[in-house]
């Protein structure tokens, strides 16, 4: 049988060095790389990056859960899965209803080394029903449909904040940051937390004033302070209260726009 090439996904250093370690003990398995977090995980289990058989995954991260990164992935193209994961008990009743494997925090040795029998034992049988029992899992628990975004107009948000309803003026926002299901408001020194997605704020934000520089940050163009062009197409951006931002490639094209409107 060829190696099992093997992803490990973890925010925790610790974590991901506990099972590098315990890997070392498996000449089955070939470890292709480590992710930090669930971004890092999508851009290695993309079609154009080698075949990963087996993903240790970790269940909370800070950017996207393990299972946000599974439900942006085709379901063709959906690993074998290991879960790893601090006790909550719902979570296990769910993987053990769907046959899904998992690890809890602290890992212990022998439960590792039954638990990777028990994948090469899967991989050997080849089973069909692996991703559908891991789909049928996303389904059960994927989060409840997001609310329309709670933006009252381009002018104001909306903030609902243990029982207290207030507004923030869009003018006074610095950027928007991305935080899993949430969007952080970052204005005025101040974080406030919309249950929303970037994606969804954008369609209703002025494109005059904000612009997308990264897939987690939106900016206020009226705070940037100073633009330098970084590695790749990219940009370290320098607001006026000398926060650093740095966008992405794949937003490029958007920071481009901007600078456009100061050299026609």
């Not at 992710?35 to 800070?62: H, I, K, Y």
């Not at 022998?110 to 789909?135: A, E, K, M, Y």
């Not at 899993?180 to 101040?190: D, L, R, S, T």
Request: proline letters at 7%; hydrophobic letters at 40%; charged letters at 20%.
């Amino acid at each position: 049988m060829a190696p099992i090439r093997t992803l490990i996904v973890d925010d925790e250093p610790l974590a991901r060095r506990r099972i590098v370690q315990l890997l070392k003990q498996a000449p089955a398995f070939e470890l292709t790389g480590e992710c930090r977090n669930g971004t890092e995980a999508l851009a290695q289990l993309t079609p154009s990056q080698p075949t990963v058989d087996l993903v240790f995954l970790d269940v909370q991260m800070p950017d996207l859960t393990g299972l946000q990164v599974l439900q942006q992935l085709p379901a063709q193209q959906l690993p074998l899965v290991v879960f790893v994961t601090a006790y909550e008990r719902y979570t296990l009743q769910a993987f053990e209803a769907h046959a899904i494997d998992y690890l809890l925090k602290p890992i212990d040795p022998d439960r590792f080394h039954r638990c990777l029998t028990h994948v090469q034992h899967l991989l050997l049988q080849r089973s069909p029903p692996l991703h559908q029992q891991l789909q049928a899992l996303l389904r059960e628990m994927a989060p409840p449909a997001l609310p329309s975004p709670p933006i009252t107009s381009t002018n104001q948000f909306l903030i609902k904040n243990n029982g207290r309803l207030y507004f923030v003026n869009a003018g006074d926002v610095r950027y928007l940051e991305a935080r899993g299901n949430y969007v952080v408001v970052h204005a005025q020194g101040q974080e406030h937390s919309l249950r929303s997605t970037l994606t969804q704020l954008a369609t209703q934000l002025d494109s005059n004033q904000f612009i997308r520089i990264h897939r987690s940050l939106i900016v206020n163009c009226t705070f940037i302070k100073e633009l330098r062009p970084w590695a790749h197409g990219e940009f370290l951006i320098t607001l006026h209260d000398d926060t650093h931002l740095a966008s992405s490639r794949s937003y490029n094209e958007s920071v481009q726009r901007f600078l456009q409107r100061f050299t026609q």
